[in-house]
């Protein structure tokens, strides 16, 4: 003791100064106990004077270690504090004192208390917006909560999550120091923040110095994953950087979700890791390896009926979306003050998953709520963009709540029977109804052919009210009763229908009861392609460049077909080559009367898909005169989306034109495969009525017997004035008129 005094004297002998490095900031609050960390620019003792009013009182040490060079981390445990309990605090070293500061320890979770969350990732230093990351923690968080509640920090505030890139660059100490807890400093001093670890930490030990998280992951993981509960809330941490894409996690984190379903405290649960499954922004971010997390999460909210969230960032910008058939949220909360992906700059999807993607600065504020009525509330707070400045404007919410009423089952309204024109046709269902007074937020329809509902549907229509890509709503136009299908479907064949309504708490309303129609004939050919799926391998296509592949699923590394057995890879994954293209030649000069007479349209599409957002399938159709000149060429469809997704357009067919070329094209953009992946495609022809061959002359009614029905009809066309008819034309002089009538009857009388 004594040697320390006089190492003391000495220092302010020389005048040296103690300071702060790191101000003090709180980490793993309970109801009974919270850590106290900070650094100072040299060695010396460790302690935190503490007690329930500014008087403080009480005197607590802890442990100290170096960081670099001279300077330390300090580290106190308060222990024996009561739950829900104001306390204030200082923090102590040698001659240097913090302010005083105050916090409030989370609620015994048996008091049922509401708490509110910031969370926000990829803070790292935007060297073209030096300041943004100071802006978003005081002109956007403090001053947000301050406008909205009131500036009492601990009262407004229990938990800070950060879904990681919390700097620039991991091994740089002043990143760390200036760039991160600097501005951070009025914050973290009052709520304990719970950061994951990122690609731009690269697992440097400056992290593990800083942080004190729960120590109850994996052994020897005990760093890297976490749980915490506050409430009736479970946060769980993960790392889904490479090196620790483990089962062991994956293992870990299954437990952790198993124990909070059979917890009664715990009503929902939100997860963070840094690397999304799929970003509308950024499709080269994806990673597979979230995609399981996702899936273990999803089973969590069907089997405990608990709603859950993962948060991510690692692509600059806000997006919300949520699982299809699962009441778990996709949130990427990035970002609070690293460089935008703007649009259009990078490799981007609109994914179904997704209601909204934004390339802004902000941050996400959700309020969860216990009692007898338990929900969370999620905002986001956007600061805006490099074009548009917002003022902690509101862009986005929505309120999931855990005793959510489901939507009442939809009734389908139209088509049913018989006679239903298949090339217009419009999916009708009744009105959205909610005992909890929602609003709609989705609509799933679904057509099978043949009323097969244990096959794949032959149309599968999985549509968001809001679908906000690019700046504008894809969606705005969109009702959601109704759908209209075109060009999909046969003439002359059975089909049913159902669909099912979503509310926006996330909760699916039970299937309608199946409709069933059957389709009259129709102006569209059937599929002109022949093996339109590679079930017969590749068959009736030529490879003109590259390698063209037909696989069953997986095969390769490859994917599961969207239907049947198999699908076609042009680029191929087993023989890979960095561009193909195949084509097959359609001939269609069955129907030259109805091309000549420009009356005639082709219909083009399939389902296509990649692996990860980087390689590029695409195909087009030309069209080809009797010499084999291409006369024209149609719009080229193509995708970077890593799902199925159905393409498909109609042109004019030119004048002139004996065959029709179908052309798919595949692009490695990277790796080591060409995952251009095609699957049911279909080529089809539209004809005029008045230039189709649909019968027999005469037979107006289509029952294939001539007789005094088929009279009336003509008579009816000729007096109501209606267009030309090629099956009334029975004479065949381009006119219907009395001669028609007159031909008619004597071939009925001769009959």
Known sequence: MLRLVNYIAVLMAWGYTQSFVVEPYLQSATPNSIY??????????????????????NNTSGTAFYNTGNSQIHTVLLNGLDPGNRYYYRAVTSTLSSEIYDFITPADPSSESSLKIIAMSDMQKDWSNWDKYDEIIHEGIMDYLTDEYSDDLPEELQMILIAGDLVDTGSNYTHWTDHFFSPSAPLFAHVPLYPVLGN?????????KYFNLPENGSAGYEEHWWFTDNSNLRVIGLDSNWDFQLDVQLNWLEDVLADACYNPQIDFVFAQLHHPYKSELWVDGNTDYTGQVISLMEAFTDECGKPSIHFFGHTHGYSRGQSRDHEHLWVNVATAGGNIDSWGEYAQADYPEFTVSQDEWGFVMVEVEAGDDPGFHMKRISRGNEHEFRDNELRDEIHIRLHNEMPNTPVGIYPVGSGIDPDMLILEANSF???????????HFRLYE????????????????ENWYYYENTQESIELTSLSISSLLNGNSVYCWQVRYR???????????????QTSESQYTDNLLLNPGGELGTDHWIVTTGYMESLEANICDGIEPYSGDYYFIVGALCNSASYAEAEQIVDISEYSDCVDADLAIADYGGYLSDWGGDDHPEMTIAFIDEN???????????TYNAFWTLLSSDYQIPIGTRSIQMILMGTRYAGDDNDSYFDDLFLKVWRDTSCMNTGMLGDLNQDEILNILDIIILVN???DGDDYQLQADMNEDGFVNILDI?????????M
């Open 503 to 517: 509310d926006s708490s996330l909760g699916w309303s039970t299937w309608s009861e199946p409709l069933t129609f």
């Open 717 to 719: 066309i000729i007096l």
């Open 450 to 465: 043949n009323c097969d509902t244990a096959s794949t549907p032959t149309y599968d229509e999985f549509i968001n009210r």
């Open 628 to 638: 084999g000149n291409e006369i024209d060429r149609a719009e080229t469809l193509g």
């Open 36 to 57: 106290i960390l900070w650094e100072t620019d040299s060695n010396a003792d460790t302690r935190v004077e503490w007690g329930t009013s500014t008087f403080l009182g």
């Open 742 to 750: 007159v031909t008619l009857v004597d071939i009925i009388l001769e």
């Open 433 to 443: 109804q909610d005992s909890d007074d929602d609003e709609i937020m989705a609509a």
């Open 200 to 208: 731009h930490e690269a697992n440097t030990n400056y992290y593990f």
